[in-house]
């Protein structure tokens, strides 16, 4: 049931839209994906989400939608696994020249929870494609 509801959640950040800000240089992702998680890491799921806000490429109503459920997932994942103490930037990488993944993972009491930021290079800047959060660890070791 979890890995359904993360799994639908990610594949809407698939969707496209035309109302993303850009940002200029690949030196520009990794901030923008700190910004988060250290809004993350202080507890605050609106304002990570409300940073990603301007470069995520699918609409308002989704992404506040995506908010709603990444909120009652995290209630239970409270639950489970104890609260943030703080985040950890694992790696960056690039395939081809207009594709970005930056990993990270958001460190619990008693677990790692991996988040992936997915980055496209479009004619006018940088866009978060996508992004992903999950209980998995396994793919840090394997790749994804």
Known sequence: ???RTLFLAAITFFATSSFADTLKSEE???PL????????????LNAAFMAMQPYVVITDSELQSAALSAKAQREQYGVRYGKTIGTEFINQTKVG?????ILYIEKTEKHALP???YF????KGWVLNSFTWSDQV????FGK
């Open 1 to 3: 049931m979890l890995i």
């Open 33 to 44: 994906a700190e910004s988060v998680m250290s809004k993350v890491a202080a507890n605050d």
């Open 115 to 117: 988040w992936t930021f």
């Open 138 to 141: 396994h793919f840090l070791f």
């Open 120 to 123: 496209y290079k479009t004619p």
């Open 97 to 101: 020249a207009s594709l970005v993944r």
């Open 28 to 30: 520009d992702l990794r």
